[in-house]
């Protein structure tokens, strides 16, 4: 199995500074751009009304990944499904992808809203959010997902 | 700068064997799961009918990779935009990202449509999507942008 190995792309300021579950859509956040990067990467993106962020969750230990099926937030109401069929942190490779507001840029920062990252979370990726690649027609999901979101934002 | 080493989750099997700008749309991918993943991972994706798949091009030259601006599918008639302003390939960590449908579980196969890789494509996260995770409000996006995806699917 080849590793794949990156360097993460800029880093999350905000006033989170431990992971909680729910209550971020009052957060401000900004992506600042690691120095390898230029700030022309960033060129463009406010004329996209959305971004969508992939990050890494550093702070999830290598022994609370699951590889397998868990309760959703290890909730026992819940049954138990597969951890790709759920978005939490304690996943494989721990990834997190958020589709976030564009604010405004300043330079080496990007200024967003709806971001669920904490403070110091390492960025891996920023892509702009179009239409085309919106899901096609209805979304399906248990209703187990809406109620795990109820206080998410 | 400490850098993120990640192990593939699983590869894309599909029809296409080399990449190419367009014409998706009619593409149906599996993704097989790495040995390392428990096939109950997959448990209760299709309660979803869509997902988010983050994966690798590797095929993607060290060389090829633009960190700061160029001109979207390097077409001059386009003007020069940022990298992450884009959602081409040659970007730095040579992340992709796509929501795809999802069509059937096979145990440690799962059937898709939608997905803009290639054959043998590492994955890096599966995640389901959630409407609460959906852009709220209008999505807002530049003239070049709709006019690239023309032809895509």
């Not at 960033?42 to 009304?49: V, Y």
């Not at 990944?65 to 909730?75: E, F, K, Q």
Request: glycine residues 8%; negative net charge; hydrophobic residues 40%.
């Amino acid at each position: 199995m080849k590793t794949i190995c990156l360097e993460p792309i800029g880093f999350v300021r905000n006033v989170r500074l431990t992971p909680e579950d729910d209550n971020w859509g009052s957060i401000v956040s900004i992506i600042e751009l690691a120095p390898h990067i230029e700030p022309e990467a960033l060129l463009g993106l406010d004329t996209f009304s959305h971004a969508e962020i992939i990050f890494y969750f550093d702070q999830v230990k290598e022994d609370k990944i699951v590889t397998g099926a868990r309760h959703p937030r290890n909730n026992p109401d819940w049954l138990k499904i597969g951890i790709f069929a759920q978005r939490g942190k304690n996943r494989p490779n721990r990834l997190g992808l958020a589709t976030v507001k564009v604010i405004k840029l300043e330079g080496r920062e990007l200024h967003i809203g709806n971001l669920d990252a904490i403070n110091g979370t390492p960025v891996l990726d920023i892509k702009p959010v179009m239409q085309e690649f919106e899901p096609t027609g209805h979304i399906r999901q248990p209703d187990w997902s809406h109620q795990l979101m109820k206080n998410y934002w």
